[in-house]
């Protein structure tokens, strides 16, 4: 009795000494005399006691930094852990026998590891191993958000030397549907009046006056010819000839109205956290000088679109996209050096969003309305009241344009080859005799009837190829 009291003092003591951790219980393990022991586990900052079954009479360790030992008794060992490593442990007995060599492995704590696993990733498979002195994690987890938040616990407990080999489970493949819809509306109005007067004179000389420069677009002819000419083809004038005296005028009305609609949608696929790019359009031909060389370089223009897709947390997507709408603008053009190069119309939008799968989002709208109108007239016979209108033309241009777009991401899985179909299969060329005699330019296609291409081939154009959404 009082050897065991006297034990537990000296355990209480070496603790307190060491800096042991309070209230833990220490392992036990047995030496047996003349054999090469196993490693010795022992937790950092934690204690086990080795017990001998002969007396010893000196113990010593190779690297006192990694674990600290002291004797409890003849046959009692304490082994605190004080810095991962491994070490060894020498025990020898009377006139310096050796009894045995013991390896000691100093490891990180994994067992309160393991337990705040528990407790904030409930029902992960998650397995913690330790490996020299770091921390070894396996298993799959549902989730990246949740792998993130393993690997940041397992830092607490031995930061930079965490090894990863968690998978992550379920679906990691992300297919973004994207729709561009945009409307462009103009309507453009003009009034115009002119008014020419010209003497014919000897020599084939003419003369005349008219209201500025809509005399001159109009063409003033002072021979008796044609007389003044509407812009757009559409007016009503007259011309009065008297001796070598005309006069000419014209009133030319012209509305016109337009409506331009534009619908792109692009799918595009990728895996979790990898890049995916998508251009459906072309290239455009740049000349570029350089040191009195000239190179060309290729602007690409169409629909664009580039993403990045993270499967955060179950259903959960985290996406950077980047979507342009670009075309060739004719009417601004850059003239010099020989060359003629057009320039671009381009609307794009850059932005990163989180939504779950079958959720839309308008990511981008633009909403654009240009107001122009101007007025010329003749001076002073323009400002006349109602008889001004003959010496004023008017002309109003009004241009609305509406883009939005739209992200709608879903989370998918390949399927078998035989449920696919393409819109090429439903295309068919023509035989001869359906072309010459029946004026066909499309032959009878043969859709599938059974099987999962026969729903598929159902489908529109614009339905899903190669992937079933879940």
């Not at 009034?191 to 006056?209: A, Q, Y």
């Not at 939005?404 to 060329?429: C, M, N, Y």
Request: aromatic share 6%; glycine share 12%.
């Amino acid at each position: 009795m009082e050897l065991r009291t006297l034990i537990k003092v000296c355990l209480l003591g070496a603790a307190i000494g060491f800096g042991a951790v309070p209230g833990v219980q220490a392992n036990t393990l047995k030496i047996m005399s003349g054999t090469t022991q196993a490693p010795l586990n022992v937790p950092l900052n934690r204690a086990v006691v080795v017990e001998s079954d002969v007396p010893f009479a000196e113990l010593s360790i190779a690297n006192p930094g990694i674990a600290d030992v002291q004797t409890l008794s003849d046959k009692s060992i304490y082994v605190l852990g004080k810095l991962p490593g491994r070490t060894t442990m020498t025990i020898l007995g009377e006139g310096g026998k050796l009894i045995s060599n013991v390896d000691v492995q100093v490891t990180p704590d994994i067992g309160e590891f393991k337990e705040r696993l528990k407790q904030i990733l409930p029902g992960e498979n998650i397995d913690v191993r330790t490996a020299n002195d770091g921390i070894v994690l396996s298993g799959t987890v549902s989730s990246a958000q949740k792998l993130d938040r393993a690997l940041d616990l397992a830092k607490r407990y031995a930061p930079d030397r965490v090894s990863n080999l968690l998978m992550v489970g379920g679906t990691q493949q992300v297919m973004l549907q994207v729709r561009f819809a945009e409307v462009q509306r103009s309507v453009v109005k003009s009034l115009n009046s002119s008014f020419g007067i010209g003497v014919k004179g000897r020599g084939g000389l003419t003369g005349g006056i008219g209201n500025g420069s809509s005399v001159q677009a109009a063409g003033l002819s002072a021979q008796g010819g044609n007389g003044l000419t509407a812009k757009g083809g559409k007016g009503f004038g007259f011309s009065l000839t008297r001796g070598t005296f005309e006069m000419n005028m014209l009133l030319e009305a012209l509305e016109s109205k337009g409506v331009v609609r534009t619908l792109a949608e692009p799918n595009l696929t990728a895996l979790s956290g990898q890049t995916a790019d998508f251009l459906a359009g072309g290239e455009y031909p740049i000349p570029v000088m350089n040191d009195g060389d000239i190179s060309i370089e290729y602007k690409p223009f169409g629909v664009e679109m580039s993403f990045t897709p993270r499967v955060v947390d179950g259903d959960a997507i985290n996406l950077e996209i980047g979507a342009a709408v670009s075309s060739i603008d004719t009417a601004n053009r850059y003239e010099g050096n020989g060359f003629s190069v057009d320039a671009f119309k381009k609307r794009s939008t850059s932005t990163t969003v989180e939504m779950r799968d079958g959720e839309s989002f308008a990511i981008a709208g633009l909403l654009q309305d240009d107001f122009n109108d101007s007025n010329s007239q003749f001076p002073w016979l323009g400002d006349v009241p109602v008889l001004g209108a003959l010496f004023r033309s008017t002309e109003f241009e009004r241009k609305q344009t509406e883009l939005v777009i739209i992200v709608t991401p879903h989370l998918v899985s390949p399927v078998k080859g035989q449920a696919l179909t393409l819109p090429t299969d439903r295309v068919k060329p023509p035989s001869e005799s359906d072309l010459f005699l029946y004026g066909k330019v499309q032959g009878n296609s043969r859709k599938p009837t059974k099987g999962p291409a026969a729903e598929v081939a159902k489908q529109d154009f614009s339905g899903s190829y190669g992937y079933v959404m879940e």
